[in-house]
């Protein structure tokens, strides 16, 4: 197993060989035990991972990657480890596979390289951002790879964790960090920002349409006292709302919440980094998988998949010109959903967006 700490430049630091299969990071025995649950996961029924939790869509991940997988010492990177779910099912069903899993959490890094530290140096865990991996691949030496999975959003430990105010359900620290060592907080966004900038965020990140009365409300709110805590932004954002709009649709925070957490963490913009990045890496017959949570980033990821798969030349030409060919196939006709009986055993899965790609040839300038 090897893993990289964040080096002194604040990307990925050096590897870490690991012997024998116990936890990589001396970080990982500062933290408490806590349930361990992968996006959009719960106990239930169904093949059992670590901790008798599903990651979302599991099967249909597997099938999607695995033709990709089926050459000796393939490579697949997790450019969203979580909990290592996924990772962990990928490293079962296929015993010659090496896997990258890249995080911003430094928790998941933790708790993943305990669940998967049986497979020994089949691994290197690292922690980053997922933009950062021609980077990861370059210093692992793999610039090629065979599959990448993208597992987006927050996960159910950040959920889950109340001090970390992903949740709106509890109050906690106005926080919403991913990588818990940036400087940029929610707390930070809610009273430094102008009322234009937050109308901009909710409006566009949250899909708000109380947006700028929402705005309004908490640069009111907040001249009175400083905004640091969950609960005292959600009773903000209640008051700002129509009350008939409050009595349907869920907590009327969600989309605020939303909002705040994609600014506070970079979300989409490192989202439109990676996928280009994680496209160029595959090798012929390479797959990519994409689980995306909200219409934000399932329309990036569509985008970036039908970009590739399309003719680019002008569609009157009598023979096609070998660089405006595709040079990936989709491979899911759409965006597919979960079914009923997994959404029945896990809610959290309800939003979820499944999207794949094949490499079918390299790119000719």
């Known amino acids: 197993?090897?893993?990289?700490?964040?080096?002194?430049?604040?990307?990925?630091?050096?590897?870490?060989?690991?012997?024998?299969?116990?936890?990589?990071d001396p970080r990982a025995a500062a933290k408490g035990?806590?349930?361990?649950?992968?996006?959009?996961?719960?106990?239930?029924?169904?093949?059992?991972?670590?901790?008798g939790h599903v990651p979302v869509m599991l099967e249909r991940v597997l099938d999607l990657l695995g033709p990709a997988l089926t050459r000796p010492g393939a490579v697949a990177v997790d450019a969203n480890l979580g909990l290592g779910g996924h990772a962990e099912a990928l490293l079962a069903a296929h015993p010659s596979l090496h896997l990258i899993?890249?995080?911003?959490?430094?928790?998941?890094?933790?708790?993943?390289?305990?669940?998967?530290?049986?497979?020994?140096e089949r691994i290197t865990l690292v922690h980053a951002v997922s933009d950062e991996l021609p980077e990861v691949l370059r210093r692992t030496g793999h610039p090629r790879?065979?599959?990448?999975?993208?597992?987006?959003?927050?996960?159910?430990?950040?959920?889950?964790?109340?001090?970390?105010?992903?949740?709106?359900?509890?109050?906690?620290?106005?926080?919403?960090?991913?990588?818990?060592?940036?400087?940029?907080?929610a707390e930070h966004v809610v009273n430094t920002y102008s009322a234009g900038e937050l109308t901009r965020i909710l409006r566009e990140y949250g899909e708000e349409r109380f947006a700028s009365r929402i705005a309004?409300?908490?640069?009111?709110?907040?001249?009175?006292?400083?905004?640091?805590?969950?609960?005292?932004?959600?009773?903000?954002?209640?008051?700002?709302?129509?009350a008939a709009t409050r009595r349907t649709g869920g907590n009327p925070a969600k989309r605020?919440?939303?909002?705040?957490?994609?600014?506070?963490?970079?979300?989409?913009?490192?989202?439109?980094?990676?996928?280009?990045?994680?496209?160029?890496?595959?090798?012929?017959?390479g797959r990519i998988a994409v689980?995306?949570?909200?219409?934000?980033?399932?329309?990036?990821?569509?985008?970036?998949?039908?970009?590739?798969a399309k003719e680019t030349g002008p569609p009157d030409l009598p023979i096609p010109i070998p660089a405006h060919q595709p040079s990936f196939r989709l491979i899911t006709?759409?965006?597919e959903l979960p079914g009923e009986e997994e959404i029945a055993r896990n809610p959290r899965a309800a939003s979820a967006r499944l999207r794949a790609a094949e490499r079918i040839r390299e790119p000719v300038d």
Do not use: C
Request: charge should be negative.
């Open 101 to 120: 899993g890249i995080d911003r959490d430094a928790t998941a890094i933790e708790r993943s390289a305990a669940r998967l530290a049986p497979y020994g």
């Open 145 to 185: 790879v065979d599959a990448v999975l993208f597992d987006l959003g927050v996960s159910s430990p950040q959920l889950d964790e109340t001090e970390r105010g992903f949740a709106y359900a509890h109050d906690a620290p106005l926080d919403m960090r991913m990588d818990r060592d940036q400087e940029l907080t």
């Open 291 to 308: 689980l995306a949570y909200h219409s934000l980033e399932d329309r990036l990821v569509k985008q970036a998949l039908v970009a590739r």
């Open 33 to 51: 035990d806590s349930v361990m649950r992968e996006n959009g996961t719960v106990t239930g029924g169904g093949a059992s991972t670590a901790g």
């Open 1 to 24: 197993m090897g893993t990289w700490p964040d080096g002194p430049d604040g990307g990925p630091g050096q590897q870490v060989g690991i012997g024998g299969s116990t936890p990589h």
């Open 256 to 285: 605020t919440f939303q909002a705040l957490r994609i600014e506070v963490n970079g979300e989409l913009a490192a989202l439109e980094r990676a996928l280009p990045a994680a496209l160029d890496a595959l090798a012929v017959g």
């Open 216 to 242: 309004g409300l908490i640069v009111r709110e907040r001249r009175k006292a400083a905004i640091t805590s969950t609960g005292r932004l959600v009773d903000i954002v209640r008051a700002a709302i129509p």
């Open 333 to 335: 006709r759409g965006a």
